[in-house]
Every structure is written in structure tokens, then in C-alpha cells.
């Protein structure tokens, strides 16, 4: 029997603000957990300096999936806010409309293939 088939994602971030803090990348296969991941133990989330903009993701199952991307400015490990609307910048994959509240899963979702995948992620700033 072969060995399954794995893939690699790259996540470029653009337009942040500055490059202080963090990004904290979310990476999920399950809509409920969207775009938080909190209750996803097969969730993949990382932390990297935002002076790096983008991050890559290896030994991937091919599926859909969708990211979440949040620039925690001031390394406290969450998103802040300010009366429910986020005071650092946050982004998701494929880049969907903002209205109230984050996209659904369905707006960010992507398919990862065997080939592999580059997702770009606009950051965006409310405050």
C-alpha cells in the first residue's frame, strides 16, 4: 500500500499595519469551528512574528480547509476588541466580504490538492 498523499500550504499575509506583535494562523477542516478553532483538536495553529508576513503549513491531508489569520499587534494572545468590534487586524482565506460578524466557513474554504496551495490573506483593520 502507498503511503496517503500529504501537501503543503502557503500563507502570505499582506497589508498589515506593522510589524509588531504576532500573527496567529488558524488552519481547520471543520466549519463549526470557524474561524476560531477552539473545540478542533485536529486544528493546526501557529504563532509567528509579524515581521515574517506568512507562514507555510507542511504534511497536510488533502481537503478543505479555510484559515483564519489574526495580528495580535501587542502579544497579549488574543484579538482585542472595543464594544464587540476588533481593535487589531484579522483576515481569512480567499479574502470574503466583511459584514457583521466573520465569514462562514464556506466563504474561506479552499481545496488543498496533492499539488499544494498559496493563499493570500489581506489584513484588515476596523480601528
Do not use: W
Amino acid at each position: 500500500m502507498g503511503a496517503s498523499p500529504v501537501a503543503s500550504l502557503q500563507v502570505s499575509v499582506d497589508s498589515l499595519r506593522s510589524t509588531k506583535g504576532e500573527l496567529r494562523v488558524c488552519l481547520t477542516a471543520d466549519p463549526r469551528n470557524f474561524p476560531a478553532c477552539v473545540d478542533d483538536a485536529r486544528a493546526v495553529t501557529r504563532t509567528v512574528p509579524a515581521a515574517e508576513r506568512g507562514l507555510r503549513f507542511e504534511g497536510l491531508p488533502p481537503g478543505h480547509y479555510a484559515v483564519a489569520v489574526i495580528h495580535d499587534a501587542n502579544g497579549n494572545a488574543k484579538l482585542d476588541t472595543f464594544m464587540g468590534i476588533p481593535k487589531e487586524g484579522f483576515g481569512f482565506s480567499r479574502n470574503p466580504a466583511i459584514g457583521f460578524g466573520p465569514p462562514k466557513f464556506t466563504a474561506a474554504a479552499f481545496d488543498l490538492g496533492a499539488e499544494g496551495s498559496v493563499q493570500p490573506v489581506k489584513m484588515r483593520y476596523l480601528l
